[in-house]
């Protein structure tokens, strides 16, 4: 007994070394791989994509199917762990009604639908790349979707003067970590396909972390009292694009979603096309 | 914003443009702007451009034809033309028309198209060829142009009188799809002149406030993209020249046609500092199957010490929502006739 005690004692250690050596983002082996600037900062430029499906629905969520049959297994809506915190989003009571409502109304409401920059955190996991520049003075995201872009200061200029589809954002490092302070974000994004929703009030503290040369940890904590009754935080790992010669391509999804918002408006089109088959009766 | 120069920078201004005039057929900035002033550097040892600059100037493009071959105006036709420029497109009035009133509903407030010329007193943006003017197009172009002439032609021939009809048929300006100002190339427009230049040590990043263009540009010497394989914004690659920021620019989308410029257009932008306030930003235009020889313009982009701001276009489009929508209305009010 005692012996096989030994062996499965050294099995267990042997399987822990042989986990080191695979090195997990986050581990010294890995970290020590950053690419630092000359300041001893991270250099956190590169292009970065989420593989989550978190877009589908930032909460777990089994498959099910699309918003249109037409699409069959094509439009079906992908199964995720979700990137929340605790799995579950603390919604004020008429809030849960009210995203459940927004799922109903998905391709009328969502505002991706109709090709509008996506605010802040959604915009880093729409399954489009985005690319970090670091210069002397900004930190800059520009993204695939829409063309959106994100001047982040890292001088506080000050309050924002009105509100932005991608919001106003003051960052600072804490050690490694980037932190960004996002505030003063349009009412009409959501945080998902699944019509997970906030307010123009919403608070968005983000922070990246590198985990090594190819991995950034991306949190975002949300504070929104006129929706939610305490703040909650996603997590999810960004993931370096390493082919050779990766680039943002363009993604203007303009002409893509002009059916959508004006197809009702075309010559000869019936103005009140939802209530055509009751014209047919 | 804030776009007017501080008076010692037309100063210098002035002072390039006197260099300039003796540089004559010499658009390259490196001849024509032979200062002692060199721009300061990023840590990693690059011209710094960084900045939001402004292109805001009421000089044409191309030189009126009533000029003929006068290169450049004398101070005092300068501020003539600036004084009559301002005055004809006062849109704070209220004409008794109401299709003239409506059309002035962008007033003076949304106006914001500068109220000087360029420094230089040149009569056009365009400094080659020598008559200010985009050379003749080729007759593979005019053939081109006459079967398309484009929304703006076939709007203004009245051959297109269907131009309602749907999103479609708008153009690309009304669908904030594409402004002609944000380019590339950029050219000086009515509102939204600025544009963000961010440095890092393997690219650029220019976001135009038209429309929130945002150019991401490697300075890596990479190959453009696969030639099918086409963008509204095309592709762009950079690369110093001394301290002028090189950016070459292929894989156009048809339907840009910048100027009834083909898909196979080649653009090629220079930005060089010539004062701590002046990016001065030159373009060559190269599609020899639309111009009879390549045409460069210049424009000195002047710094502004404000912020730019996102500029969302499409997302408040009710313009174009109306336009359909007020089509539809006429046409159920002239059934009910």
């Known amino acids: 007994m005692r012996v096989i005690r030994i062996i499965i004692a050294a099995a267990m250690l042997a399987s822990v070394s042989i986990c080191a050596h695979a090195q997990q983002p986050g581990s010294a082996a890995l970290t020590a791989l950053i690419e630092r600037a000359p300041d001893g900062r991270p250099k956190l430029d590169g292009i970065w994509q989420a593989l989550a499906p978190a877009n589908w629905d930032i909460r777990p969520h089994a498959a099910r199917p699309g918003a249109l049959d037409q699409l069959g297994a094509l439009g079906a809506e992908p199964p995720g762990l979700g990137v929340v915190e605790g799995g579950e989003i603390p919604y004020q009571a008429w809030a849960l009604e009210q995203q459940r409502d927004n799922y109903a109304k998905r391709l009328e409401l969502d505002t991706e639908v109709k090709c509008f920059m996506p605010g802040v955190p959604r915009a880093n996991y729409m399954g489009h790349p985005l690319q970090i520049f670091q210069s002397e003075q900004y930190v800059m995201i520009a993204y695939q979707f829409a063309n959106a872009v994100r001047t982040i200061h890292m001088n506080d200029p000050g309050p924002a003067p009105t509100s932005f589809w991608m919001g106003w954002s003051v960052g600072r490092w804490e050690g490694d970590t980037l932190v960004v302070d996002v505030t003063n974000q349009k009412a009409d994004t959501w945080f998902d396909r699944a019509g997970n929703f906030h307010s123009g009030a919403m608070r968005v503290v983000e922070r990246y972390t590198p985990l090594g040369p190819n991995h950034l940890q991306y949190e975002a904590t949300i504070e929104d009292p006129e929706v939610f009754t305490e703040p909650w935080t996603i997590s999810l790992p960004l993931y370096r694009r390493v082919e050779a010669g990766a680039e943002l391509l363009e993604f203007k999804c303009i002409p893509f979603s002009e059916e959508v918002l004006y197809g009702h408006l075309r010559r000869g089109a019936d103005p009140e096309d939802e209530n055509a088959a009751d014209d047919t009766e | 914003m804030q776009r007017k120069p501080p008076p010692g920078q037309i100063h210098t201004m002035l002072l390039s443009s006197a260099l ?39 000089t044409p493009l191309e030189r009126p034809r009533d000029l003929g071959d006068k290169e450049f105006l004398t101070p005092e036709e300068a501020a003539v033309y600036e004084q009559e420029r301002l005055a004809a497109t006062n849109r704070d009035q209220r004409p008794d028309n109401v299709a003239t009133d409506v059309g002035n509903a962008y007033n003076n407030f949304w106006w914001d198209s500068g109220d000087n010329v360029v420094a230089t007193r040149r009569t056009s943006l365009i400094v080659d060829p020598p008559d200010g003017r985009i050379p003749p197009l080729t007759a593979e172009a005019e053939r081109r142009l006459e079967s398309d002439p484009g929304f703006l032609g076939r709007r203004a021939a009245d051959t297109f009188a269907n131009f309602t009809d749907g999103p479609e048929q708008q153009d690309l300006m009304t669908r904030c799809i594409q402004f002609g100002s944000a380019g590339p190339p950029m ?36 190959a453009p993209l696969p030639k099918g394989l086409r963008q509204w914004l095309g592709s762009s690659r950079g690369h110093f020249d001394g301290d002028t920021l090189v950016v070459e620019t292929s894989n156009f989308r048809p339907e840009t046609a910048f100027r009834g410029a083909s898909e196979n257009m080649r653009l090629t932008e220079r930005f060089t500092r010539i004062d701590d306030n002046v990016l001065l930003y030159e373009f060559t235009v190269d599609d020899p199957s639309t111009f009879t020889r390549p045409w460069t313009a210049q424009i000195p982009s002047v710094r502004v010490d404000d912020l730019m701001y996102e500029y969302a276009c499409h997302e408040g489009n009710r313009g174009l929502y109306g336009i359909l929508a007020g089509a539809r209305a006429a046409e159920a009010a002239a059934e009910a006739d």
């Open chain 2, 20 to 58: 300039l005039l003796t540089a004559c057929q010499a658009p390259d900035p490196s001849d024509a702007f032979d200062s002692d002033y060199s721009p300061p550097r990023t840590s990693y040892g690059d011209p710094d451009l960084q900045g939001i600059w402004s292109n805001a100037v009421i």
């Open chain 2, 187 to 222: 050219l000086p427009s009515a509102y939204n002149n600025n544009y963000h230049l961010v440095q890092t040590e393997d690219h650029v990043l220019i976001i135009n406030e038209m429309v929130h263009e945002t150019r991401v540009i490697p300075l890596d010497g990479r």
